[in-house]
């Protein structure tokens, strides 16, 4: 987006805020295995960015932004989005702002941020929670399930609402920083490669993909996966993310795609050529 000199600054309010801090408790209402939370990222954006841009083509880039690939805990979720709508409004008031630093900031937080909102909400508060609701219900207490409500709930509301705020606050201070002392460029940079190492890790521990077989006897004895794993490890993971990709640039419509999945795992499995 280009703004001229007699545009003026467009500000957010506390109010925008909060209609984005509203909005993220949909992230995961829409939840799909293609591109997961994206839906729910961009309905939670779309309030600050109808404010932030007028005309119809930069609302629509700035839509398409967001309906990139998305995914964390989505109890941290208002993080991101409070650091990327600050990045939004920084983008519709500079006439020279990179806006693939959006989408590399975003993939670069999702996981770790992913990491501390599932260890702490899942694995530690709802435990806490269910075990003191639960005592209570086994009594016979009504009190029981309102209390589990209660105490993941507040403790959640609370920390979402802060670090929309604080997210928002840290991302405009930081991004002013950043543009005074020429360091944007390089945090760009390194966001983007911190991304790309983030793909790569999922794609590495979500993908497991391994083939049966073996030849040789006694010592000699070799099993095909072993031989592959020892030219290249996790080279069939990387095969068929290529392929899927590669599929996908040709036009095959993702359902196609998981059908095909589905029906040569399937086969795979049975006949033996490809195991768990």
Known sequence: ?????????????????????????????????????????????LPIIGKLYKNKEDRAAATKRHLEFFNTAPYLST???????????KN?????????????????????VAGIGDSFFWGTLRVLATGIGAS?????????????LLLFNIPHYIIRYLLMIGGYKFGTKILDNFEKSGLMRSITYGASILG????????ASLINLQIGGSFGEGETKQTVQGVLDGIVPGVLS???????????????KVTYILLGIFVLGIIGAWTGFLIA
């Open 1 to 45: 987006m280009q703004k001229t000199s007699n545009d003026k600054d467009i500000k957010l309010s506390k109010k925008d805020l909060r209609s984005v801090f509203w909005r993220s408790l949909t992230m995961e209402w829409s939840w799909n295995f293609e591109r997961q939370q994206h839906m729910g990222f961009a309905f939670s954006m």
């Open 79 to 89: 993080l991101i989005l409070g650091i990327t709508t600050s990045m939004e409004e």
């Open 92 to 112: 519709a008031n500079s006439k020279n702002f990179d806006t693939t630093s959006i989408s590399n900031i975003k993939v670069a937080l999702m996981g770790p």
């Open 136 to 148: 209570l219900a086994l009594n016979g207490n009504i009190l029981g399930p309102i209390l589990f």
């Open 196 to 203: 790309l190492m983030v793909i790569g890790g999922m794609t």
């Open 238 to 252: 990387i095969a068929v993310v290529f392929l899927v990709l590669w599929l996908l640039k040709r036009g095959v």
